[in-house]
Nanobody, 124 residues
């Protein structure tokens, strides 16, 4: 059973940056595609970014393209989400997810394991 733990959330001013971390355990991390989702209060969960098992292919949600970067370190069983030029609408709980599919899926239903989430708040 794969377990995921997010960290790195916090409060930041608009225009600032944060890096989120997701540590994985209990499985073969290198065989998993990884993704980040977020859920703002009262809204549906939204795809933020994903990275395939081999780190070759990444995908991003339209609202974060050009500002967020997802990366992984298979030696450390960790996936990162670098968030730059943050906007107040980025305020949400951010969730790390792992998929047994090889590619970076964009739908929640394609992910098999989920972390508990980390809070990000962006002040204006």
């Amino acid at each position: 059973q794969v377990q995921l733990g997010e960290s790195g959330g916090g409060l930041v001013q608009a225009g600032g940056s944060l890096r989120l971390f997701c540590a994985a355990s209990g499985g073969m991390f290198s065989t998993l595609a990884m993704g980040w989702f977020r859920q703002a209060p009262g809204k549906a969960r939204e795809f933020v970014g994903g990275i395939m098992r081999g780190s070759i292919n990444t995908r991003y949600g339209d609202s974060v393209k050009g500002r967020f970067t997802i990366a992984r370190d298979n030696d450390r069983n960790t996936v990162y989400l670098q968030m730059n030029s943050l906007k107040p609408e980025a305020t949400a709980d951010y969730y790390c997810a792992a998929s047994n599919l090889p590619d970076a899926a964009t739908q929640e239903r394609d992910y098999d394991y989920w972390g508990q989430g980390t809070q990000v708040a962006v002040s204006s």
